[in-house]
């Protein structure tokens, strides 16, 4: 069962526009959403977090928007950087138990 | 001044055989993790310890054991290995914080495990 959707597995964006990666969840117990990044051969690295009563968190270029009432989250990166090629999780939290996404592939193109 | 690392990095053995993988953390966190990642590229918790305490065990086979001889180290031994234990096993760390708050997880940058 899963919980947390991804349902776009790559995305390919220019440089210097806007990246959006789309996230579902069904469980509204989640407390926390957040978005990790993650390069070939390495751990997924924290990005950005959202708590469940707020509708948006702004840091830099990334903005994660949360629509509770949807149950979806999406993260915006912008201008995208080709450096931003990787794969992004979704994932959620209740307490310390972290629900993964299966990641979706950014690639931005110079 | 690596934060989570894991050993091996890579891990290639046959079936029925016992492995381990070791984690150590220096970030002084008090809780530790081990998530699998598999074919379909899902990363899913297997366990958690906190203060050295199992606090999360998901429905995991028991041929998979961890173990944490103190805070910083949460090493993960796997008996009797099956072809579907081919995957990739990050180890995590956070440090617990107040009640509504996020605690951020530090993954280290995997162990990939081929099963021949």
């Known amino acids: 069962d899963q919980q947390v959707k991804q349902n776009s597995p790559s995305l390919s964006v220019q440089e210097g526009r806007i990246s959006i990666l789309n996230c579902d969840y069904t469980?509204?117990?989640?407390?926390?959403f957040l978005w990790y990044k993650k390069y070939p051969a390495e751990g997924p690295t924290f990005l950005i977090s959202?708590?469940?009563?707020?509708d948006k968190n702004e840091d830099g270029r990334f903005t994660v928007f949360l629509n509770k009432s949807a149950k979806h989250l999406s993260l915006h990166i912008v201008p995208s950087q080709p450096g931003d090629s990787a794969v992004y999780f979704c994932a959620a939290t209740r307490g310390n138990k972290l629900v993964f996404g299966a990641g979706t592939i950014l690639r931005v193109k110079s | 001044d690596t934060a989570v690392s894991q050993t091996p990095k890579y891990l290639v053995t046959q079936m029925g055989n016992d492995k381990s993988i070791k984690c150590e953390q220096n970030l002084g966190h008090d809780t530790m993790y081990w998530y699998k990642q598999d074919s379909k590229k899902f990363l899913k918790i297997m366990f958690s310890?906190?203060?050295?305490?199992?606090?999360i065990n998901e429905t995991v086979p028991n041929r998979f054991s961890p173990k944490s001889p103190d805070k910083a180290h949460l090493n993960l031994h796997i008996n009797s290995l099956e072809l579907g234990d081919s995957a990739v096993y990050f180890c995590a760390s956070s440090q617990t914080l107040a009640a509504g708050s996020y605690n951020e997880q530090f993954f280290g940058p995997g162990t990939r495990l081929t099963v021949l």
């Open positions: 959202i708590s469940s009563i707020k």
């Open positions: 469980n509204s117990m989640f407390d926390y």
């Open positions: 310890y906190n203060n050295k305490e199992l606090i």
